[in-house]
């Protein structure tokens, strides 16, 4: 029986029948893995270590950057930067429109030229040069207009052959005045009418053409004059000119019903001005100083005009420099969104107007409004309304139409 066997024999027997060798490789194997995989796992973390000391030292960098980036900006140093771009950009851009429209009127004066020169050739010589001299010799008033035109003071006729108007030109200048002369004036008081005194004084017995006060570099103070000067220079109604200055003076005059008294500037110097004046409102003790910027735009406005309008203050005459002017934007179309808060977040006080062109020189203000600090300059209670207007008797089919008024205590402010 299996008892009756020696216990040590049969455990020799069992241990010596047991095969052990293989599990000893794979114990041998799974230690060499784990082994292999602290090492790979060591030499990982080591890496990653590194990677992260690296990304520590770039963080450390950037973050020493970015404070002293933040610590050296000027939020105040940064906005007058903008605002002295936004002014030499619109101060080349004015240049610019300068020169085409200096371009326009050597182009219309050199056509008057060519037009004077045909006249020359097609009327030839006039009879015998000495009778002609002897003639204009005992003529005194012949004699007078020659004096006259060779200092550029020239008389022409119409088409029935009346002298109706006065030319007058400063060659150095570039400058030509045109004085209107009234039918009733006689052939011999031509010479009386258009010497340079008769512009200022009065002739006793003769009747005078209206005085005719103008800046240096301007034939026109008005829209009616502007017109009449237009028509006498053949100036396009298209030309860039016409059409600037035209929506000028409408500006200046739809603005009169407000209280504006403004006054075009123009030239090459106007730094960007267009209109300069006051406003006369209801609760200020004296006018405000004015300036004002004219856009006849056909697409949508901007805020960059807002900035335009900003940069204009630095280039304001004397009596326009204190931080109480007021900057006035007149445009074709109505006020954006942008442009409203460009106004409302305005350092200085701004007045937005729309003024729309209803043809033969009547403009109607069809939008207005202003930032708080022109409310502080004097508007403060003064709201704006709408108005039912009629047409203008002297103006023939036009419509009625509405237009903005000014209202103060519940009624309509009429500027005295």
Known sequence: M??????????HHTIGNFNIHPDKSAVLRINESLSTLHQARDLRIK????????????????????SETVSSHSSTSHASQIVE????????????????????????????????????????????????????????????????????????????GNYTKAVIRNRQKGDVHVVNIEPSVGRKSIADVVSPAALTTEKSGLPQPRPVTLPPSSQHTSLESFLSY????????????????????????????????????????????DL?????????????????????????????????????????????????????????????????EAIRNARRGLVWCQIEDMGNGVGRVRQMLWNQRVGALGAEGVSVGIRHTLAAEDVKGQ?????????WKGKVWEPS
């Open 230 to 273: 237009a028509q006498d220079t053949n100036l396009s109604t298209s030309s860039t000119t016409y059409v600037g200055t035209y929506y000028e003076y409408l500006c200046a005059l739809s603005l009169r019903r407000l209280g504006f008294g403004l006054t075009r500037t123009g030239g090459r110097a106007d730094a960007g001005i």
């Open 276 to 340: 300069l004046g006051s406003w006369q409102l209801p609760d200020a003790s004296r006018p405000v100083q004015c300036i004002a910027q004219c856009k006849n735009l056909k697409a949508k406005a901007g805020p960059n005009l807002v900035r335009e309008l900003e940069g204009a203050f630095a280039g304001a005459p004397a009596g326009w420099r204190g931080e109480d002017v007021v900057g006035v934007l007149c445009a074709g179309r109505e006020a954006t969104k942008g442009v409203r």
């Open 47 to 66: 890496e990653v270590e590194s990677v992260l000391k690296k990304l520590s030292r770039s963080l450390q960098t950037l973050t020493s950057q970015h």
């Open 85 to 160: 771009l936004d002014t030499q950009k619109f101060r080349i851009a004015k240049a610019a429109s300068d020169l085409e429209i200096e371009g326009e009127k050597l182009q219309t004066e050199l056509e008057f030229a060519k037009t004077q020169l045909r006249e020359l050739e097609m009327q030839g010589v006039e009879g015998n040069e000495m009778e002609r001299s002897r003639r204009e010799s005992e003529d005194p008033v012949v004699l007078k207009l020659k004096v006259y035109r060779s200092l550029g003071i020239d008389a022409e006729p119409d088409a029935a």
């Open 399 to 407: 419509a009625p139409y509405d237009e903005v008024v000014l209202m």
């Open 2 to 11: 299996l008892l009756d066997e020696d216990p040590a024999t049969l455990i």
